[in-house]
């Protein structure tokens, strides 16, 4: 690496028309964020503090998700990559140090690649290119080479016969000595059958007097770019391979990795097994010794230790240590679960504190609502949090006993240790604790009227 600061600029500008999409290129996804970010991302773990985004096609958007953490370069015209460097030139005025350019669409170029990159660059070359041995080069621009030595890159569609049967191909990552950048960009020429300045044509210009080399990476693929939906779940799986394989390294089990899914930014502790068809995206926090799953995702939420959750769906919650959630369970944002909660089967929360040991089994829905400690609720027990207009609180304290299929019509708050008898609907206020709470009509049975009653329906019939 080297002593001076290395700046980034990430060419982040194309439509990207071969993804067919209203998306910019650099939005679309590979393991739960975005190409352009992955790129920034390794950029910043390999020690490039300074980052600067060229954008154009869709910027607006590119630059609402990225946010203020980088630079922005608008290249308003497609005429090259050679142009859209140069649109970042102003903002590096006076930078003495090596400059790292990269394409936005090659998000399987990991933090450690860049830093073996940068640190093969030696304080003669003004231009050190990533390059690759492919089978296949068709699309791809040709490092030349003349006796060893790099005289330039060609692109494929100024290509001769010889130059297109080279198999070292560019990848479009290059460290530039700065200074000697900033200085020969506005000798770019666009006489090329794009009629477009190439960024590639530096490296012949520096090739001049020897100071362009090409540093061939043996695993072409940590360096391939995206041009289409096909190209961009490839990248997806064989990113998703070393997270999974990662986290398995670390003590991780994955009973089924082709049908387990874990984001980028996903943390799970040591003794954990997913089961297979699981989904674990966001950033969410798994703790240690959890089950998960089968047919299971977890977003955004943090998962304390030894915790079950069980063909279910899970957003933006706090599940503490020994909750079990599950099976067909649907835990909403804002939930938080305490030690030993247990959440059944067809049973929903959004916006609810449970404190510990809270039982909800079977067919419920918990909204807008906290509940103490030790406290049981029945099955098909419903909190009406919305009058149709805004919504209000439920509270339900200690040791309490729901019956099943109860109505809690908020905003109501029933006291330590009381009971609400089955088939109940009741109705907002303050109840106390230790009391009895019954809301329905009394049992009345009329004698044969079932059989009048179809005897009627009989003759009315015919």
């Known amino acids: 690496m080297s002593k001076l600061p290395v700046a980034g600029i990430i060419l ?6 071969r993804m067919k999409s209203d998306l910019p290129k650099g939005l679309h996804e590979v393991c739960g964020l975005p190409m352009v970010e992955l790129m920034a991302r390794a950029m910043r773990q390999a020690g490039i503090s300074r980052i600067i985004v060229v ?8 630059q609402a998700r990225m946010g203020d953490g980088f630079e922005y370069a608008w290249q308003r015209e497609q005429k090259g990559t050679g142009h859209a460097v140069q649109m970042a030139a102003p903002l590096l005025a006076g930078h003495r140090g090596p400059v790292v350019v990269a394409p936005g669409d090659a998000p399987l170029v990991s933090p450690e690649v860049l830093s073996e990159f940068i640190a093969s660059k030696t304080p003669g070359q003004k231009c050190l290119v990533a390059s690759s041995l492919v089978s296949e080069p068709k699309g791809y621009g040709r490092i030349v080479r003349d006796g060893g030595r790099v005289i330039g890159v060609v692109e494929e569609k100024d290509a001769n016969e010889f130059q297109r049967s080279i198999v070292e191909v560019n990848s479009s990552l290059y460290c530039f000595d700065g200074p000697a950048l900033l200085e020969s960009l506005p000798r770019l020429q666009n006489n090329n059958a794009q009629g477009e300045y190439y960024l590639t044509d530096l490296v012949a210009m520096f090739a001049e007097t020897g100071a362009s080399e090409a540093k061939i990476f043996e695993d072409a693929e940590i360096l391939t770019g995206v041009n289409d939906r096909w190209q961009l779940a490839e990248a997806d799986r064989k990113l998703q391979q070393r997270i999974l394989r990662r986290h398995a390294e670390s003590g991780v089990t994955f009973m089924d990795p082709n049908t387990t899914y874990v984001g ?3 943390e799970i502790g040591v003794d954990t097994i997913v089961e297979p068809s699981t989904m674990i995206v966001g950033k969410t926090r798994v703790g240690r010794s959890c089950r998960l799953g089968p047919y299971t995702r977890i977003e955004d939420c943090e998962i304390g230790d030894f915790v079950n959750v069980y063909v279910s769906y899970m957003k933006e919650s706090r599940l503490h240590d020994t909750v079990k959630v599950g099976p067909f369970a649907h835990i909403r944002p804002g939930s938080e679960l305490l030690p030993d909660v247990k959440i059944g089967n067809f049973v929903e929360t959004k916006n609810a504190y449970l404190a510990e040991s809270v039982k909800v089994s079977h067919l419920s829905y918990i909204g807008d609502a906290s509940i103490g400690m030790n406290t049981n609720i029945g099955a098909g027990t419903i909190t009406c949090n919305y009058d149709g207009y805004k919504k209000h609180q439920t509270e339900i304290g200690s040791d309490v006993f729901v019956g099943s299929n109860s109505t809690l019509v908020a905003p109501i708050h029933l006291g330590d240790g009381s009971f609400v008898a089955a088939g ?4 907002s206020g303050v109840y106390p604790a230790g009391g009895l709470v019954i809301g329905r009509s009394r049992t009345e049975v009329k004698e044969q009227w079932a059989a009048q009653w179809r005897n009627k329906k009989s003759k009315n019939e015919t």
């Not at 982040?12 to 028309?17: E, H, L, Q, V, Y």
Request: hydrophobic share 50%; net charge negative.
């Open 55 to 62: 954008i154009g096609h869709g910027g607006d958007l590119i």
């Open 264 to 266: 980028i930014e996903v």
């Open 424 to 427: 109940s609907v009741v109705a």
């Open 12 to 17: 982040a500008a194309g439509k990207g028309t």
